[in-house]
């Protein structure tokens, strides 16, 4: 009960930062969509057909009814539902960051238990150091530097990430790759640094002495009894980033001229489309939820002291 009652109240936030936002930016909906040249009556009546001269805090509250009954109306630019604007781009989105998160969690956990199993030592200092020179620089300039390393010098990826209708599995995977490799390089020192840092504190628990001195081997030790306990706070990492993951997003999409949520957002901002902008949003709320839970029970799964404590 207490999850849902946070839950509820962090969509009402989202939609309420975003309404705010949207209406504090500059220019007249209907100016927008129909062009500068378009006569005043006809943008009064354009205006009133989508509600947007009425006061702001009957929009508002228009705003937040759609939000809880999950009904968001129209696109006040193109006239589609906005589902079928938003769940389209949420699913190339999804590829995207999907492609990210696989390569991403395995490179970063090995490189941090290969750091941490040579603690102080010169390849330590490299996963450490790299890690934090990559997490310093933002998503969208590391993709701009791949694009045109990679992509218009070397040949070796597309430059534009939106795959050709009928493309197979492979053949996405080749324009995904370079986009997913500017997060993985965003995302990879956070998590190195945070599995380095649980691996080191199990090297030198109690618990692991015990076990070493009861004659298992290191491999059994690392397995059964550092990662369960080493992930943990890893595992919570990797839940936060996914929030993190569809903010960065949105610069990759933008610098590989991508269709995804990001670019759909951004389109959004511009012609302030508020209800395909709020659907957005609360998509990626829910999603940011739905990944701090599974991190809970994943934590409980393997740490039983947790599901202990919780009930208490």
Not at 111 to 128: C, E, S
Not at 261 to 267: E, K, R
Request: aromatic share 8%; with cysteine; glycine share 8%.
């Amino acid at each position: 009960m207490q999850r849902l009652a946070s839950a509820i109240v962090t969509l009402w936030l989202l939609a309420t930062i975003v309404f705010l936002i949207v209406n504090v930016l500059p220019g007249d909906v209907g100016r927008k969509i129909l062009g500068p040249f378009a006569p005043k009556e006809d943008v009064a009546a354009f205006n009133h057909r989508l509600g947007t001269d009425r006061t702001v805090i009957a929009q508002y509250l228009t705003s937040i009814r759609r939000v809880f009954t999950l009904d968001f109306g129209d696109s006040y630019q193109s006239g589609q539902k906005v589902t079928d604007i938003i769940l389209p781009a949420l699913f190339r989105s999804g590829k995207l960051a999907l492609l990210a998160f696989v390569l991403t969690i395995p490179i970063s956990i090995a490189a941090g238990i290969f750091a941490a199993r040579r603690k102080d030592k010169f390849a330590d200092r490299v996963v450490v150091n790299v890690g934090l020179a990559s997490s310093s620089i933002p998503e969208f300039v590391t993709a701009a530097v791949l694009l045109s390393v990679f992509c218009v010098n070397w040949k070796l990826g597309e430059v534009f990430a939106n795959p050709p209708a009928g493309t197979s599995v492979i053949g996405q995977f080749r324009y995904l790759l370079t986009p997913a490799m500017a997060m993985v390089i965003a995302y990879f020192g956070y998590i190195a640094r945070m599995t380095r840092a649980g691996v080191i504190g199990g090297l030198q628990s109690d618990y692991a002495r015990t076990a070493t001195m009861k004659g298992l081997s290191k491999g059994t030790v690392m397995r059964s009894h550092i990662l369960r306990n080493a992930l943990a706070p890893t595992i919570t990492v990797i839940s936060v980033q996914v929030g993190y993951l569809f903010g960065g997003i949105i610069g990759v999409e933008k610098v590989f001229n991508y269709a995804g949520l990001g670019s759909t957002m951004l389109t959004a901002v511009g012609a302030k489309d508020i209800p395909v902008l709020q659907g957005a949003v609360l998509l990626v709320g829910i999603i940011y939820m739905m990944s701090t839970l599974l991190a809970d029970l994943l934590i409980a799964y393997l740490n039983p002291r947790v599901r202990l404590e919780k009930t208490r």
